[in-house]
């Protein structure tokens, strides 16, 4: 299945192919890329969180997981078994909600434990279909889940949305995971996507039994590293068992823990965000 999305309107021209993508990201006011320096810092955690925080400040919003290799956006949503149809020559997203559209490679693979054993070529094919080939429709924001680094993935983002809104850079606070985020910032500055600003995830551990912190990846790295590059920081999102528990079941954290500190934490950045772009 994905071997056919990758390859299907190859025979189309190149203007044809660029007109018919930037008429579909002019019908989205806003788009923001969620980067990382590294893995395992909790980026998709963070996308999906953030999506469902511009929903319920009533946004219209599309996540895009540009995560050729490693998909993990559809797991976290539930909607892994969900297929995709065609209309009208568009490839239709998949709609969580009526608010809510979702692309992932992760919807493609008929088998889970089948690797995508692609080289750049295909993945910036694929990624130009998501953009141009997926009826987005009218949405207010589109996030997109970018892969870990400073490869094909995002790049190729920056180069089709020349007119993005912003980056919003995941790191956590430790050492190793800092020095690639620097990375990542400079990315967008060579690129010219502005900064939206970092998120510090994994800041800490509170007890659940006792409420006691324990800064597991030590705590303020991510702020250090804002003011170091002269960026804004959105915040810090502690370690939660529930977080974990949540992405496993399909279901976002804020939405079923929407009443705890860390959500409301999470609600603040979005604010932060969207204050920043409107």
């Not at 980067?35 to 998709?44: E, F, L, N, P, Q």
């Not at 009533?58 to 540009?66: A, E, F, N, Y």
């Not at 079923?256 to 932060?272: D, L, N, P, Q, R």
């Amino acid at each position: 299945m994905a071997e056919k999305f990758a390859g299907c309107g190859v025979d189309q021209g190149k203007n044809e192919e660029e007109i018919r993508l930037n008429e579909n990201m002019a019908r989205i006011k806003h788009k923001i890329i969620v980067m990382s320096g590294k893995g395992g810092v909790g980026k998709s955690t963070v996308s999906v969180n953030l999506t469902y925080g511009l929903l319920f400040q009533g946004k219209s919003t599309g996540l895009l997981d540009v995560d050729i290799h490693g998909p993990s956006v559809a797991k976290m949503l539930g909607i892994k078994e969900q297929p995709l149809r065609a209309l009208n020559g568009m490839i239709k997203p998949v709609e969580v909600t009526s608010s809510l559209k979702v692309m992932s490679m992760g919807t493609l693979i008929d088998d889970p434990d089948t690797p995508i054993i692609w080289r750049g070529p295909l993945k910036i094919g694929a990624i130009k279909q998501f953009l141009g080939e997926v009826d987005w429709g009218e949405l207010d924001y589109l996030v997109i889940d970018s892969p870990p680094g400073t490869g094909d993935e995002p790049l190729t983002i920056a180069q089709l949305i020349p007119d993005i809104d912003g980056a919003v850079i995941v790191t956590t606070p430790q050492e190793v995971a800092l020095l690639d985020s620097r990375k990542s910032i400079t990315f967008a500055k060579k690129l010219n996507i502005p900064i939206l600003g970092i998120i510090e995830n994994m800041s800490g551990f509170i007890c659940p039994h006792c409420g006691e912190r324990t800064d597991l990846f030590k705590v303020g790295g991510g702020q250090k590293a804002a003011e170091d590059m002269g960026v804004p920081f959105l915040g810090r999102i502690p370690i939660e068992p529930d977080i974990v528990s949540s992405g496993d079941e399909g279901t976002p954290y804020i939405m079923a823990y929407g009443k705890t500190e860390t959500a409301k934490t999470i609600e603040e950045i979005v604010s932060k965000i969207t204050k920043g772009i409107e």
